[in-house]
Protein backbone atom coordinates (compact mmCIF):
# COMPACT_ATOMS: atom_id res chain seq x y z
CA UNK A 1 0.00 0.00 0.00
CA UNK A 2 1.08 3.48 -0.76
CA UNK A 3 0.39 6.91 0.61
CA UNK A 4 0.26 9.94 -1.12
CA UNK A 5 0.61 13.63 -0.60
CA UNK A 6 0.04 16.39 -2.99
CA UNK A 7 1.37 19.71 -3.20
CA UNK A 8 2.49 22.33 -5.41
CA UNK A 9 -1.22 23.78 -6.08
CA UNK A 10 -1.82 27.82 -6.02
CA UNK A 11 -3.55 30.44 -8.38
CA UNK A 12 -2.09 31.84 -11.32
CA UNK A 13 -2.90 33.88 -14.22
CA UNK A 14 -3.48 32.06 -17.69
CA UNK A 15 -0.14 31.49 -19.18
CA UNK A 16 1.30 31.04 -16.53
CA UNK A 17 3.07 27.43 -14.71
CA UNK A 18 2.92 25.52 -12.21
CA UNK A 19 4.64 22.22 -10.91
CA UNK A 20 2.85 19.74 -8.59
CA UNK A 21 4.62 17.06 -6.36
CA UNK A 22 2.57 14.01 -4.97
CA UNK A 23 5.10 12.76 -1.93
CA UNK A 24 4.41 8.57 -1.94
CA UNK A 25 5.31 6.64 1.44
CA UNK A 26 5.27 2.77 0.87
CA UNK A 27 7.12 0.28 -0.25
CA UNK A 28 5.22 -0.26 -3.80
CA UNK A 29 5.61 3.31 -5.32
CA UNK A 30 8.52 2.43 -7.55
CA UNK A 31 6.71 -0.45 -9.11
CA UNK A 32 3.33 1.26 -9.50
CA UNK A 33 2.43 3.29 -12.25
CA UNK A 34 1.23 6.61 -11.08
CA UNK A 35 -0.99 9.01 -12.47
CA UNK A 36 -2.57 12.59 -12.28
CA UNK A 37 -6.23 13.04 -11.92
CA UNK A 38 -8.37 16.27 -11.30
CA UNK A 39 -11.87 17.55 -10.56
CA UNK A 40 -13.56 20.69 -11.15
CA UNK A 41 -16.86 21.73 -9.35
CA UNK A 42 -19.50 19.89 -10.31
CA UNK A 43 -17.55 18.07 -12.60
CA UNK A 44 -16.50 14.33 -12.85
CA UNK A 45 -12.42 13.10 -11.78
CA UNK A 46 -11.16 12.98 -15.35
CA UNK A 47 -7.58 11.41 -16.26
CA UNK A 48 -5.06 13.92 -16.99
CA UNK A 49 -1.84 12.07 -17.17
CA UNK A 50 0.12 8.94 -16.06
CA UNK A 51 3.65 7.62 -16.12
CA UNK A 52 4.97 3.41 -16.37
CA UNK A 53 6.12 2.19 -12.85
CA UNK A 54 9.54 2.45 -14.48
CA UNK A 55 9.12 6.29 -16.05
CA UNK A 56 9.66 5.26 -20.12
CA UNK A 57 6.20 5.53 -20.95
CA UNK A 58 3.75 8.48 -20.61
CA UNK A 59 -0.03 9.14 -21.46
CA UNK A 60 -1.73 12.39 -21.47
CA UNK A 61 -5.47 13.44 -21.84
CA UNK A 62 -6.08 15.83 -25.05
CA UNK A 63 -6.95 18.63 -23.24
CA UNK A 64 -3.16 19.19 -21.60
CA UNK A 65 -0.89 17.30 -24.02
CA UNK A 66 2.22 19.64 -24.79
CA UNK A 67 1.81 21.43 -22.23
CA UNK A 68 1.55 19.77 -18.69
CA UNK A 69 4.96 16.86 -18.17
CA UNK A 70 4.48 14.16 -15.79
CA UNK A 71 7.87 12.58 -14.58
CA UNK A 72 8.90 10.93 -11.42
CA UNK A 73 11.81 10.33 -9.43
CA UNK A 74 12.05 6.51 -7.70
CA UNK A 75 14.71 8.11 -5.56
CA UNK A 76 12.86 10.53 -3.94
CA UNK A 77 9.69 8.57 -4.27
CA UNK A 78 8.35 11.14 -6.03
CA UNK A 79 5.66 12.25 -8.91
CA UNK A 80 5.52 15.68 -10.47
CA UNK A 81 2.97 17.66 -13.32
CA UNK A 82 5.22 20.35 -14.88
CA UNK A 83 1.71 21.97 -15.77
CA UNK A 84 3.23 25.60 -18.66
CA UNK A 85 0.71 27.92 -20.59
CA UNK A 86 -2.01 27.41 -17.39
CA UNK A 87 -5.50 27.78 -19.03
CA UNK A 88 -8.78 29.03 -16.97
CA UNK A 89 -10.25 25.49 -17.85
CA UNK A 90 -7.33 23.89 -16.16
CA UNK A 91 -9.02 25.26 -12.53
CA UNK A 92 -9.59 21.91 -10.66
CA UNK A 93 -8.87 19.89 -7.75
CA UNK A 94 -5.22 17.95 -8.79
CA UNK A 95 -4.87 14.71 -7.43
CA UNK A 96 -2.81 11.59 -7.43
CA UNK A 97 -3.07 8.12 -7.39
CA UNK A 98 -1.42 4.78 -7.83
CA UNK A 99 -1.86 1.50 -10.31
CA UNK A 100 -3.35 -0.94 -7.95
CA UNK A 101 -0.79 -3.39 -10.59
CA UNK A 102 2.42 -4.10 -9.41
CA UNK A 103 5.16 -4.11 -12.86
CA UNK A 104 2.42 -3.47 -15.20
CA UNK A 105 4.08 -3.68 -18.57
CA UNK A 106 0.79 -2.95 -20.74
CA UNK A 107 -0.71 0.33 -22.09
CA UNK A 108 -4.36 0.13 -20.52
CA UNK A 109 -4.64 2.38 -17.69
CA UNK A 110 -8.31 2.57 -16.75
CA UNK A 111 -9.03 5.08 -13.71
CA UNK A 112 -10.83 2.27 -11.60
CA UNK A 113 -7.43 0.59 -11.26
CA UNK A 114 -6.04 3.64 -9.33
CA UNK A 115 -6.41 3.94 -5.53
CA UNK A 116 -4.09 5.61 -2.57
CA UNK A 117 -5.68 8.55 -3.55
CA UNK A 118 -4.22 11.99 -2.10
CA UNK A 119 -6.04 14.89 -0.47
CA UNK A 120 -5.49 16.72 -3.74
CA UNK A 121 -4.31 20.42 -4.03
CA UNK A 122 -6.14 23.00 -5.26
CA UNK A 123 -5.07 24.97 -8.82
CA UNK A 124 -6.45 27.78 -9.78
CA UNK A 125 -5.92 29.83 -12.91
CA UNK A 126 -7.49 33.10 -13.70
CA UNK A 127 -8.14 35.04 -17.31
Known amino acids: QVQLVESGGGLRQAGGSLRLSCAAS????????MGWFRQAPGKEREFVAI????????YYSDSVKDRFTISRDNAKNTVYLQMNNLKPEDTAVYYCAADKRDRYSGTYYPTENFGSWGQGTQVTVSS
Open 51 to 58: ISWGGGRT
Open 26 to 33: GRTFSSSA
